[in-house]
């Protein structure tokens, strides 16, 4: 080997140690040199201070509307105007957040769990097991997401827990069809093989071995699936299938807003402006924790230079 070839070699390693640089500095750290990372959790974290701090940052009591000011235009001290109960409709849209975090967050955490169980079964075992689980989740997938939902709402009744069950309940065979595949794939892979052989439980596997494995295409799903969890609630909200007023939400409040919408437009403003922020922020933070998982790629979001 001659010296020019080592400092061909030498410099071409050059760019996949400058690539993988950003991997050790961890996950989060990787995801924030990520644009679209950085913007996504800017968006996840207004709301997330909103949803906890909302009843103190609220200039007005989102509840409580003053008659006077009924149906009043944007102004100085109404930014978004009032609803037709006086009410501050900026008051509202950040009250709001609670429940559309809280929505997003939980039903997509109970789906996300429930799924990947089963599809890890289904996977793992196969045969029969995996024919019933799958043919389960296929009868779930015959119907319309939205039209599943209202159904599962109309028997359990109104309220936020039904509305979480109902939206969870809806979208766990999306991760139970991605975690069966992950599953399928390793399966028959020699690690498990060896794991086997050594005499190791079953359940050991399946938490140890096999879980892992399923994890990352789970994660990028999830984040992706809270932005159409949110969507699906303000549909049921509505519809009047959410939560019981006074409680605001913005699917309630632009079904308000609709009544309204030749005397006062600018009522579907400050929810609709909330909601496609919330999903764009959901969107966009899927895509790039994708970007930062995916081994070809490298924390910026460009693909990684390989040898």
Do not use: C
Request: hydrophobic share 55%.
């Amino acid at each position: 080997m001659t010296l020019d070839h080592e400092t061909d070699v030498t410099s071409a390693l050059v760019p996949v140690q400058a690539a993988r640089k950003p991997r050790q500095q961890g996950f989060l750290a990787e995801l924030l040199r990520h644009k679209g990372g950085a913007f996504g959790l800017a968006v996840l974290a207004l709301f997330v201070v909103l949803a906890l701090f909302g009843r103190v940052l609220t200039p007005y009591d989102p509840n409580v509307g003053e008659l006077v000011s009924t149906l009043s235009a944007p102004s100085s001290m109404h930014w978004f105007g009032t609803d037709e109960l006086g009410r501050d409709t900026l008051s509202r849209v950040i009250d709001g957040s609670r429940i559309a975090i809280v929505i997003a967050f939980l039903s997509v955490a109970i789906a996300s769990v429930v799924g990947v169980v089963i599809g890890v079964i289904a996977g793992y075992f196969g045969g029969v097991v995996d024919t019933v689980l799958n043919r389960s989740q296929d009868v779930l997938f015959a119907f319309p997401t939205l039209l599943l939902a209202i159904i599962i709402v109309a028997v359990l009744g109104q309220g936020l827990f039904n509305a979480v069950l109902a939206i969870a309940i809806v979208y766990t065979p999306r991760f139970a069809r991605i975690a069966r595949a992950s599953a399928l794939s390793i399966r028959t892979s020699e690690y498990l093989d060896a794991a086997r052989l050594a005499g190791v439980r079953t359940p050991t596997i399946l938490a140890r071995h096999m879980l892992p494995n399923v994890l990352p295409s789970v994660i990028v799903l999830a984040a992706l699936s809270m932005s159409t969890a949110q969507l699906a609630y303000a549909s049921l909200s509505f519809l009047g299938l959410g939560v019981s007023p006074p409680q605001a939400d913005w699917g309630s409040m632009l079904s308000k807003a609709r009544d309204f919408i030749t005397v006062a437009p600018w009522l579907v403003i400050g929810p609709t402006a909330a909601l496609v922020l919330l999903m764009l922020g959901f969107n966009v933070l899927g895509d790039a924790i994708r970007d930062v998982m995916d081994p070809r790629h490298s924390g910026s979001g460009k693909p990684a230079t390989t040898v």
